[in-house]
Nanobody, 121 residues
Framework: QVQLVESGGGLVQAGGSLRLSCAAS????????MGWFRQAPGKEREFVAA????????YYADSVKGRFTISRDNAKNTVYLQMNSLKPEDTAVYYC??????????????WGQGTQVTVSS
């Protein structure tokens, strides 16, 4: 069982930056691929970024490519999402997720509770 807790969300002006963190419980964190998703009001949840167990492979949605960076620190059981050049359309609840496999893009097995990101224009 893996428990995920996101943090780092908040209110930021367009063009600003935020770094989200997702702390995972359990001693097998390094064997999980991890992902970030987001859900805006009235919209379906969408994929944002993913990272393999070692951090050697990363994947991004086209909408965030070049602006967001996913990374992980297996010694700290934490995955990060650095978000730069934020736009109002990035406003959403952001969720991290864990996949019980070192590689892959889903389906994810564990989800956090989410953290709100609001970008003002």
């Amino acid at each position: 069982q893996v428990q995920l807790v996101e943090s780092g969300g908040g209110l930021v002006q367009a063009g600003g930056s935020l770094r989200l963190s997702c702390a995972a419980s359990g001693r097998t964190f390094s064997s999980y691929a991890m992902g970030w998703f987001r859900q805006a009001p009235g919209k379906e949840r969408e994929f944002v970024a993913a990272i393999s167990w070692s951090g050697g492979s990363t994947y991004y949605a086209d909408s965030v490519k070049g602006r967001f960076t996913i990374s992980r620190d297996n010694a700290k059981n934490t995955v990060y999402l650095q978000m730069n050049s934020l736009k109002p359309e990035d406003t959403a609840v952001y969720y991290c997720a864990a996949l019980s496999h070192p590689y892959g893009l889903g389906p994810y097995d564990y989800w956090g509770q989410g953290t709100q990101v609001t970008v003002s224009s």
